[in-house]
């Protein structure tokens, strides 16, 4: 029996994203990454929203410190190419920045229904990933490989994806991207777990009022 490499399953993933984008939205044309404004610092606890909201493309949210900047810019890229409708939220160049302006603006644009899926990256993703899961309505995973893409959205619905640009390489990157995109989430016993997190987070913003 033969076995399939990384590189092969990449490319097979790439091609269903991409024919997945194609049945589900017009194509167009230029570049759909678009740059928000520079991120505010964190005030209040955002709404939660989990829904979908009804664009003609996906809308994704991305955002990255110095550490994973260049890593940003490559995904924006591909993205684009997919067909999703990118916000990018900074960082805008490798000068030493705080991951956590980013990564709070990216899961601020999820929580407030803004975007469908939001990606934060930076060197290790996981300061980023902590950020993230601060913000109500926000259930960031740090991923590392296809198994934890998988796992993530299937029996959490993840909503944001962290990633640490030093630890993973870009085609690793890409191929855990597409994987995330495109798995859906099981519901049965996992919704009730994922309920009882929805009900934790509740229980202490009551406690702040």
């Known amino acids: 029996m033969s076995t399939i490499s990384d590189a092969q399953l990449g490319e097979i993933v790439h091609r269903v994203v991409q024919q997945y984008m194609l049945d589900t939205s017009s ?9 928000s404004a520079s991120p505010a610092s964190p005030l209040e606890p955002q709404p939660e929203a989990q829904k979908k909201p009804n664009f003609g493309k ?4 991305i955002g990255a410190d ?7 810019e490559k995904v924006n890229k591909h993205l684009a190419e997919l067909g999703y ?8 160049n490798t000068q030493s920045v705080d991951y956590p302006d980013f990564a709070y603006a990216v899961a601020k644009m999820v929580s407030e229904g803004k ?5 934060v990256i930076d060197g290790a993703g996981i300061g980023s990933c902590i950020v993230a899961n601060k913000v109500p ?4 995973a740090m991923c590392y490989d296809h198994a934890t893409a998988i796992n993530s959205r299937e029996h959490n619905d993840a909503n944001v994806l962290a990633l640490g640009a030093g630890l993973i390489g870009e085609n ?6 597409d994987t995330w995109l495109m798995s859906e989430f099981l519901g049965g016993r996992h919704a009730r777990r994922v309920d009882k997190i929805v009900a934790i987070e509740k229980q202490f913003l009551k406690s702040e009022k």
């Open 27 to 35: 194509s167009s044309s230029g570049d759909t990454t678009t740059r």
């Open 58 to 61: 996906a809308a994704i949210a």
């Open 66 to 72: 110095h550490g994973g900047f260049s890593l940003k």
């Open 85 to 92: 409708n990118v916000t990018d939220c900074g960082a805008y």
């Open 115 to 119: 975007a469908w899926r939001g990606i």
């Open 137 to 140: 309505g926000v259930r960031a």
């Open 172 to 177: 690793l990157a890409m191929q855990i991207i």
